[in-house]
Nanobody
């Protein structure tokens, strides 16, 4: 069973930066699709960024040019967030699914299609 633990959330001012980390354990296959989702108060969980096993990345339109997803050899996944705004405030979750159809999942950003989740890390951006 894949286990995901997020780190790196915190409080920053508008325009600031944060780096979120997702430490991954329990992998039995290399064909995992990794993604970051976020959820604000009273809003639905939305996809932010994703990365395939071969390093192809995909971003939601509202973070393009500001956020960067990356991965190390151990499949730990990172989200570098720059030019943060109050609209980026929310709980950020790392998600994974064992699949060869990662790009398809990242087209739909449907959280129900991801089977493994971390506990989340809170990001608060003040104006």
């Amino acid at each position: 069973q894949v286990h995901l633990v997020e780190f790196g959330g915190g409080s920053v001012q508008s325009g600031g930066s944060l780096r979120l980390s997702c430490v991954v354990s329990g992998y039995t296959s290399s064909t995992y699709c990794m993604a970051w989702f976020r959820q604000g108060t009273g809003t639905e969980r939305e996809g932010v960024a994703g990365i395939t096993k071969d390093g192809t990345t995909k971003y939601a339109d509202f973070v393009k040019g500001r956020f960067t997803i990356s991965q190390d050899n151990a499949k730990n996944t990172y989200l570098d967030m720059n030019s943060l705004s109050p609209e980026d405030t929310g709980m950020y979750y790392c998600a994974a699914r064992r699949t060869v159809a990662c790009l398809g999942l990242l087209e739909h950003w449907n959280p129900f299609e991801f089977h493994n989740w971390g506990q989340g890390t809170q990001v608060d951006v003040s104006s």
